[in-house]
């Protein structure tokens, strides 16, 4: 038999798992392999160390957990209950913010319009204007006597 076999036969010995019947086979098998026998003596100082540390807990004890379990849950429902309105207070910030963005964008999409009518109405007066000034007549200005300070402008036609 194999040192890994033997050291599932220990594992199940301590589990309380090996057949009665292969007891006397497994100390057999210890007498004659030092490296499982080291593997049993490490399992049993572990399983003895365990025992001793073992303490039976008090009633009381269960009864402060779970006492103790429902104040952790009503702390958790305050909490619950703070996040619930705050994200119902961000949702509706964001509702409102969203509402200005569009009125506002609306706004300023009017603008845009208005201000492109006028800039077109702007270039035909001006087109209108040079138009005007371009149909008159050129003018002669000449110059009266010096003391009287007379201008006299006529059309050249």
């Known amino acids: 038999m194999s040192t890994e076999d033997l050291k599932t036969m220990i594992n199940l010995y301590f589990d309380d798992e090996l057949e009665k ?16 026998r080291e593997y049993f003596k490490k399992l049993n100082a572990l399983k003895n160390g365990i025992e001793k540390t073992i303490e039976v807990f008090p ?3 269960d009864e402060k957990i779970l ?22 207070i961000t949702y509706s910030v964001t ?15 009017e603008y845009k319009v208005q201000l492109f009518d006028l800039t077109r109405e702007v270039k035909k007066q001006n087109d209108r204007l040079e ?13 009266g006597y010096v003391r009287t300070k007379q201008i006299v402008v006529r059309p050249n036609m």
């Open 21 to 36: 019947g292969k007891e006397p086979v497994l100390f057999s098998m210890l007498s004659q392999d030092s490296e499982a």
């Open 59 to 61: 009633n009381t004890l």
């Open 67 to 88: 006492h103790s379990v429902g104040k952790l849950n009503e702390t958790q429902k305050v909490l619950f209950i703070n996040k619930k309105v705050f994200s119902a």
């Open 95 to 109: 509702i409102i913010l969203l509402i200005l963005t569009v009125f506002f964008y609306s706004q300023s999409e």
């Open 131 to 143: 138009l005007i000034m371009n149909a008159m007549p050129q003018v002669e200005v000449t110059g």
